[in-house]
């Protein structure tokens, strides 16, 4: 289920999980989105629904001065005539104050993550630990990638395996070490400029540090890119 962070000035949308009984009334209550902006997002035209199904949550931009269709197209890595169309706008004129609908993007995935991610700092480390009282390197990074709507697997080994190969770094991979040389055994989640986040059992906490560490460099074996639903989940 989504839940909403405030980022600047945007709602950052997420995606929600259809559970038996669901409405998309309900669901558009409870998500504080206008039924047609579901069914607009979604690309849905009746509002039935199967359990298991996953729905688009738009992200909320309030417009200031400055800002344009253009200018929020680029920011956020989508199109004018998407932020048109999920607005049911008929031209570009826009108000101060004004609330938009926005689709997910990379931009808004990337901060959801480093925020959610971030909002765990300091959290105590603890062996098996899956959150959100205590965690281990694997259950933290499914920890947080499950709050995002994205399921991973338990084990750091496993995440390795099933992902693909990120060929060059983006926020929000996952990067990998082995400390004993001959397995994969310890994964962070990186956060841009050379930072990554985890949960250190040395230091007893989740903690950010650099992955240029020589420390680190030395036990590093590559990063993996997180597959992830058409949109962002945020909490």
Not at 182 to 197: A, C, E, M, P
Request: glycine share 10%; net charge negative; charged share 15%.
């Amino acid at each position: 289920m989504g839940v909403f962070l405030w980022l600047g000035l945007a709602w950052a949308g997420g995606t929600y999980t259809v559970q038996p009984g669901d409405t998309l009334w309900r669901i558009a209550e409870e998500q504080n989105v206008e039924v047609e902006v579901l069914l607009r997002a979604n690309g849905l035209e009746e509002a039935s629904l199967e359990p298991g199904q996953k729905l688009v949550i738009p992200a909320q931009h309030i417009v200031v001065a400055g800002d344009t269709l253009w200018s929020l197209a680029r920011n956020y890595e989508t199109t004018i005539a998407k932020i048109q169309h999920l607005n049911g706008l008929e031209d570009d004129v826009l108000h101060v104050g004004q609330i938009l609908w926005i689709p997910g993007s990379k931009q808004q995935l990337a901060t959801s993550i480093s925020s959610l991610a971030r909002s765990y700092l300091g959290s105590p480390y603890r062996y098996g630990g899956a959150g959100p009282s205590g965690f281990d390197c694997s259950g933290f990074v499914q920890f947080v990638y499950r709050q995002l709507g994205i399921d991973l697997p338990r084990t750091a080994a496993d995440q390795w395996m099933v992902l693909p190969a990120s060929n060059e770094l983006q926020i929000g991979d996952l990067v990998f070490f082995s400390f004993s040389g001959n397995r994969v055994d310890h994964v962070g989640i990186y956060l841009g400029q050379g930072k990554f986040i985890h949960a250190n059992s040395h230091r007893k906490k989740v903690l950010i540090e650099d992955l240029g560490a020589p420390w680190y460099q030395k036990v590093y074996l590559g990063a993996r890119h997180v597959t992830q639903p058409k949109t962002i989940v945020v909490h």
